[in-house]
RNA sequence: CAAGACGGCCGGACAGCCGCACCGCAGCAUGACUGCGGCGAGGAAAGUCCGGGCAUCGGGGGAACAAGGCACCGGAUAACGUCCGGCUGGGGAGACCCAAGGGAAAGUGCCACAGAAAUAUACCGCCGAAGAUUCUUCGGUAAGGUUGAAAAGGCGAGGUAAGAGCUCACCGCGGCGGUGGUAACAUCGCCGGUCCAGGUAAACCCUGUCUGAUGCAAGACCAAGUUAGGGGCGUUAAGGUGUAUUUGCUCUUUUAUAAAGUAAAUGCAAACCAAACGAUACGGAGUGUUCCUCCUCCGCUCCAGAGGUAGGUCGCGACGAGCCGUUUAGCAAUAAACGGCCAAGAUGAAUGGCUGUCGGUUUGGGCUUGCCCAAAUUACAGAACCCGGCUUAUAGGCCGUCUUGUUUU
């Protein structure tokens, strides 16, 4: 599974109005389209550090750290061709990395079994 | 050795695993590709407070007004509100530090409370005279007391009824002159006793001086979708043009006619022009009518893709008021010469995540007194067009110069 990064406004805000789940550390948010048959191995992620969590270099590491987490989750737990969107909450930058890691992964199941309720009801 | 002043610098190191942006090279599966190599945050990158570069707009040149900034003197600089060196005032035992430091006799405002009185005065006093009997009245005075941040020069002597720049010396203040200094200013001399006179201009104000506006989300280029736009054919209303006739008028020539020009009316035209800016008619709307106002104004067909949006490329990477070193000039800021160097470039925004070892600091314990063990802690903070400054934040540490005190020689 092939991830990319989410970088256009209008992706942000469908998966805002969409799906979520919250766990401690981080709020997932996704949106999901049945993906094309070039690209069934794609999936997407954009990050999120609001104001509220701190100064720029607060909101920096609060990223990075998302980004290293959603390296080790992601590629063994997505849905080809959802969009997620994961929030940095105001403790993801001090909690112990492994905790993070085991919270996203439950997060991101979590997700998922939403976006399979919706398709059987389609 | 202790306490302190000033200036400069650093602001963790190494290893392992997994990754990211950009650049270069290579590969083929030619892409949201893979591999290798290079390179990758700060002293403040921060606040966005000044000064510039650069860009667009405006502007012929100059001046005035408004608004805002600045304000001892000289120098440095591309420029500055920055920096350097001085001056003056204030603080400190000293090294040294602090100052928004022009004008208060151009004008206006404000100066609480207290106090008799704050641009003016006499409450208590002191002195004299008169009355009277220990008080009253009149006058003199501002040395003493009281209030206050401040009582109108200070201090000493003379003087006097008591006093007073009333007089004198010194200091202060003002004026003039000399000397030193580029200057701010310092210093010396002479003169001045109604020496008339507080503070506040980070209150208005006055004087001098500077400033065009907007900021890389500037701006330049490419450019989906969609629309504006252009052509052809057909239809014909008003209108224009053309032409014919009649009538009037004008000019030239003339006896007159003719001819020419021009205006109006009427007729003709399947000859041509004319299609939306305006006007007219029809139609619609605004209260039934009138006026007025507004709206709409043919059909078919072909071409085209302007401008600009989404999106992209550039601007945009130390070729520059560049950085490092040496020498020279200068007290210094800095300048010049010579030599060397080319160093992040993202845009939902890379420069990292995790682990271990070693450091630093603090605390506790142990003793062999400078080592060992344990725990905690390891800051402020993330480039966003680029430079020069300022301001603010900052765990901990290093170096140099100087001052004061103590001890020893």
Do not use: W
């Amino acid at each position: 599974m092939k991830v990319f990064t989410l970088k256009k406004r209008r992706d942000f805000l469908k998966a805002a109005s969409e799906l979520k789940a919250v766990v401690n550390g981080v709020v997932v948010q996704a949106a999901f389209t049945l993906p094309d048959n070039n690209n069934e191995d794609i999936c997407f992620v954009g990050y999120t550090a609001t104001k509220k969590l701190g100064k720029a270099h607060i909101r920096n590491r609060v990223k990075r750290r998302l980004r290293a987490a959603a390296q080790n989750v992601l590629p063994l737990n997505a849905v080809a061709g959802a969009k997620y969107v994961l929030i940095g909450r105001h403790n993801t930058a001090d909690l112990n990395f492994a905790y993070l890691v085991k919270k996203l992964t439950e997060a991101i199941k979590d997700i998922n079994s939403q976006i399979n309720m919706k398709n059987e009801a389609k």
